[in-house]
T-cell receptor, first 115, second 115 residues
Framework: ETGVTQTPRHLVMGMTNKKSLKCEQH?????MYWYKQSAKKPLELMFVYSLEERVENNSVPSRFSPECPNSSHLFLHLHTLQPEDSALYLC??????????????FGSGTRLTVV | AQKVTQAQTEISVVEKEDVTLDCVYE???????LFWYKQPPSGELVFLIR????DEQNEISGRYSWNFQKSTSSFNFTITASQVVDSAVYFC????????????WGAGTKLIIKP
């Protein structure tokens, strides 16, 4: 497989559930990102991982918990979410962390609905 | 402060018309990078172009062209002879040292091409 793959594509969960989003890249990139895309708002960077270490956490509530077990995989663990957390969650990767010489490669996202 | 403004929320044109998407940016850095991404209905953001602040040459790639004007802090994107497959949301983004090269995103312009 090439590019960035996200699973599941769609997820509906109750506020008391625990679920995880998965992201996988086989591009040999060293950096991976989680973004949140809500309707009519700019993309919000949530987490940045570089060489499997978290380098940025943009004031994201603790009900979102990222995990990067290796340079090819990134997870976002979800628990006790709120309806306002419903959004498209996008994973991206790049050659190096925030290297402006390269663009990011994005996955197709997970459409999350919290009920 | 760094900011990207895409004032056009939605544009609708008939197929084969030319269309220009506007992007205005703000930064105090003298070295910065500008990007355009396309987000089709499938969800993934597709990298289109990167331009650094020292290169004001306009670029053409097939039916796509970009006009970078530092004097007006704009980086506009024109699609010539639009096609239905061009329908998507288009995002402009800025990366500069002042924000640690984190991508600053515009709100996006939804482009609808009618057959």
């Amino acid at each position: 497989e090439t590019g960035v793959t996200q699973t599941p594509r769609h997820l509906v969960m109750g506020m008391t559930n625990k679920k995880s989003l998965k992201c996988e890249q086989h591009l040999g990139h060293n950096a991976m990102y989680w973004y949140k895309q809500s309707a009519k708002k700019p993309l919000e960077l949530m987490f940045v991982y570089s060489l499997e270490e978290r380098v940025e956490n943009n004031s994201v509530p603790s009900r979102f918990s990222p995990e990067c077990p290796n340079s090819s995989h990134l997870f976002l663990h979800l628990h006790t979410l709120q309806p306002e957390d419903s959004a498209l969650y996008l994973c991206a990767s790049s050659q190096e962390d925030r290297d402006p010489n390269y663009g990011y490669t994005f996955g197709s996202g997970t459409r999350l609905t919290v009920v | 402060a760094q900011k990207v403004t895409q004032a056009q929320t939605e544009i609708s044109v008939v197929e084969k018309e030319d269309v220009t998407l506007d992007c205005v940016y703000e930064t105090r850095d003298t070295t910065y990078y500008l990007f355009w991404y396309k987000q089709p209905p499938s969800g993934e953001l597709v990298f289109l172009i990167r331009r650094n602040s020292f290169d004001e040459q306009n670029e053409i790639s097939g039916r796509y062209s970009w006009n970078f004007q530092k004097s007006t802090s704009s980086f506009n994107f024109t699609i010539t002879a639009s096609q239905v497959v061009d329908s998507a949301v288009y995002f402009c983004a800025l990366s500069a040292m002042d924000s640690n090269y984190q991508l600053i995103w515009g709100a996006g312009t939804k482009l609808i091409i009618k057959p």
